[in-house]
T-cell receptor
């Protein structure tokens, strides 16, 4: 069935380090892909999206590229900040569908 | 701020009591979704509305759960005869058809 697999956390980095959070998906068709971020005690905020193969979504220094051949949508940031500490969720949905399918989330902790 | 609004933010209830949560979507959005999130997991789809019509409710967790959107604007999610296993974050989201969903801050339910 449709699913999202994310790398397990927590991911602990020092400030200004390079970040990669891996995400792969299983879907019948060509979904739209999303990264959401959740700060402690809060709801989810849309971080970035990509709607077709080879699209690159970007926001706040984060980037992810839609790779159809590897069914992946890895999240990257060149230099993380303490304020980036949060849980990051990869998700997708199909144009024919009505719901987002989420991964289990990856907690990021950035130390000063 | 015209984002998705959820009330209350926190609810503590005794086992066996009924609870009701409210969601006010972004005003021009015609789709409204309810998700449940347990600790350490990604959000799990429960149900959704397009305008006032509830188009998918098979994922509601039991017949103790029900949702309404009486005039195609705000929505309520009710849980009857709460159980400790119902303790979770309940998230509401809204969207236009076939666009990304925007989430509220959630209602955290604790059943004691």
């Amino acid at each position: 069935g449709d699913s999202v697999t994310q790398m397990e956390g927590p991911v602990t980095l020092s400030e200004e380090a390079f970040l990669t959070i891996n995400c792969t998906y299983t879907a019948t068709g060509y979904p739209s892909l999303f990264w959401y971020v959740q700060y402690p005690g809060e709801g989810l905020q849309l971080l970035l999206k990509a709607t077709k193969a080879d699209d690159k979504g970007s926001n706040k220094g984060f980037e992810a590229t839609y790779r159809k051949e590897t069914t992946s949508f890895h999240l990257e940031k060149g230099s993380v900040q303490v304020s980036d500490s949060a849980v990051y969720f990869c998700a997708f949905w199909m144009d024919s569908s009505y719901k987002l399918i989420f991964g289990s989330g990856t907690r990021l902790l950035v130390r000063p | 701020d015209t984002g998705v609004s959820q009330n209350p933010r926190h609810k503590i209830t005794k086992r066996g009591q009924n609870v009701t949560f409210r969601c006010d979507p972004i005003s021009e959005h015609n789709r409204l979704y309810w998700y449940r999130q347990t600790l350490g997991q990604g959000p799990e789809f429960l149900t959704y509305f397009q305008n006032e019509a509830q188009l998918e409710k098979s994922r509601l967790l039991s017949d103790r759960f029900s949702a309404e959107r009486p005039k195609g604007s705000f929505s309520t999610l009710e849980i009857q005869r709460t159980e400790q296993g119902d303790s979770a974050m309940y998230l509401c989201a809204s969207s236009l058809v076939s666009t990304e969903a925007f989430f509220g801050q959630g209602t955290r339910l604790t059943v004691v």
